[in-house]
């Protein structure tokens, strides 16, 4: 397994579990996801993830703090469940790609990507 898919797997490993859906987006991006680049991921990927950072990278940080934890703490619930969603759609195209079999995963295992919601379209 490449070490893309590797921290895909372990980020939606991440967003499993009890914790609020704002801690463990943090903690899935934070620790397995942060460090990738567009350019890491195959390109039918890219947009998703580009616009995944850029929402994890809007704010501006204060104090101690960094901006993906300001960004995540000015989320909404709701909005914070989209972007998770993103990481388990994003996760299923690059192991589809890796195993050469992307139509048969998007129309198994997961629906067709839902739109934003209303709230988050026209943000930049």
């Excluded at 980020?11 to 903690?27: F, N, S, T, W």
């Excluded at 680049?37 to 390109?43: A, E, N």
């Excluded at 890219?46 to 960094?66: E, I, M, T």
Aim: with cysteine; hydrophobic share 45%.
């Amino acid at each position: 397994m490449s070490q893309i898919v590797e921290r895909f797997e372990a980020a939606v490993r991440a967003l499993v579990g009890e914790e609020p859906v704002k801690d463990r987006l943090r903690i899935a991006y934070k620790e397995h996801l942060e460090g990738l680049q567009q350019v890491d991921l195959p390109i039918a990927s890219n947009a998703d993830f580009g616009q995944l950072h850029s929402a994890l990278h809007r704010a501006v940080p204060v104090g101690k703090s960094d901006c993906v934890n300001a960004s995540v703490q000015k989320m909404s619930p709701a909005e914070a469940r989209w972007h998770a969603q993103t990481i388990v759609r994003l996760y299923v195209e690059v192991l589809a790609m890796e195993h050469g079999a992307r139509a048969k995963a998007e129309t198994t295992l997961l629906p067709a990507a839902e739109p934003p919601p209303r709230f988050l379209v026209g943000r930049n």
